[in-house]
């Protein structure tokens, strides 16, 4: 999903109308039902690994596998920690091309392109001439897709002109779908499973998740920079398991560190906003109490979003089908600070009705 469309909507709050100190959850199922928000398919609040409140809307159930588009981006970083923690990968700080042996010679390899990490891609902000808000740049998402080999693709992309690093080592930020994608040809290679086993086996089937289905190119490359489907319940798992350190029921599967550096400002995105491993970072505010909450979040077109606040032990899934429209993040941020963190403050999520 390209960055403007996400942007300047994601921490917006005072474009909206100012809250009443009585909205629940109920108004907020009421507004989502009658058209006060568009394309809403379903609304999970939990609290300390338990769920407090679960709706759905235009015919989808539980059992609805939705298209939340980008936020897949935030699972391949947790496969790339998977990866670390059984040892196929050192750390975030292998180098990407080295990987990529069995593909070939690769167009303009030069030494700044061989520098590139697993880290750069992560954080977007790796040499490569990749900008998903810029139809004119080589690696433009849609440029891909019209691939059949979408790994040839990234692979021969050129390096930005004048790229540097900064002192934290990190070069500029550029929203680049194609190379969180690379990232899963990589666990492949490093793990000798395709990224569908790999990720059922190391994530899918701990937290038992059954049922998803994968994007995949016409070459039958998992997608992993968007479109993976998967239940309401499903996303509220994956989330979970961050914002419990990489444990679940007892068991680690992520690398002690692992979860709080992929939700740790790594790259400033805006005045308002920083970016992990593929995960969002910035804060989320009460519209009743004004009380601004620090989040970490995965987002994806459509207004999709899996919100984690830490300091109250909270997650909350947002699926909805606003795709490519203006205000899409907008319309869900404005949900959970008008609404949902009101009544999370109150004690007042409940199912209702």
């Known amino acids: ?34 058209g006060g928000y568009e394309n809403i398919t379903s609304i999970l609040v939990a609290k300390d690994g338990k769920v407090l409140a679960e709706h759905y809307f235009g015919g989808r159930d539980a059992d609805t596998l939705h298209n939340t588009r980008s936020v897949t981006k935030s699972l391949t970083s947790m496969a790339v920690g998977a ?38 891609l992560m954080t977007m902000s790796s040499a490569l001439a990749c900008n998903d808000n810029d139809p004119a740049s080589p690696g433009y998402e849609d440029k891909m897709h019209e691939r059949a080999n979408w790994t040839e693709f990234v692979l021969n992309l050129p390096t ?47 937290l038992g998740i059954t049922r998803y289905e994968w ?44 979860t709080n550096a992929m939700t740790s400002p790594q790259v400033s995105v805006d005045e308002t906003t920083s970016y992990g491993y593929l995960w969002w970072v910035g804060e989320f505010k009460s519209a009743t109490t004004s009380a601004a909450y620090p989040a970490y979040y995965m987002a994806g077109n459509g207004g999709n979003k899996v919100v984690v606040i830490p300091s109250l032990k909270m997650v909350t899934v947002i699926t909805s089908t606003n795709y490519n429209t203006r205000g899409m993040h907008a319309q869900t941020t404005e949900m959970l600070e008008r609404y949902i963190l009101p009544a999370f403050e109150r004690g007042a999520v409940h199912q209702g009705r």
């Open 1 to 34: 999903m390209p960055f403007k469309l996400m942007a300047a909507a994601i921490m917006i709050c005072a474009a909206f109308a100012p809250a009443h100190a009585n909205t629940t959850m109920d108004e907020l199922v009421e507004a989502a039902t009658q």
């Open 83 to 120: 990866a670390i923690y059984q040892g196929a990968l050192l750390d975030e700080h292998e180098r990407v091309f080295q990987f990529f042996g069995d593909v070939g010679p690769h167009d303009n390899m030069s030494d700044l392109k061989r520098g590139i990490t697993v880290r750069d």
């Open 215 to 258: 994007y995949r190119s016409p070459s039958a490359e998992e997608q992993t920079g968007g479109g993976l489907l998967l239940s309401t319940r499903s996303l509220w798992k994956v989330a979970e398991l961050v914002r419990a350190g990489g444990m679940w029921h007892g068991r680690r599967l992520l690398p002690k560190g692992w």
């Open 160 to 206: 930005m002109e004048g790229y540097a690093r900064n002192e934290g080592g990190f070069g500029p930020f550029g929203y680049c779908t194609a190379g969180s994608f690379l990232i899963g040809q990589l666990l492949e290679r490093a793990m000798g499973l395709s990224v569908d086993e790999f990720v059922d086996d190391a994530l899918f089937g701990p």
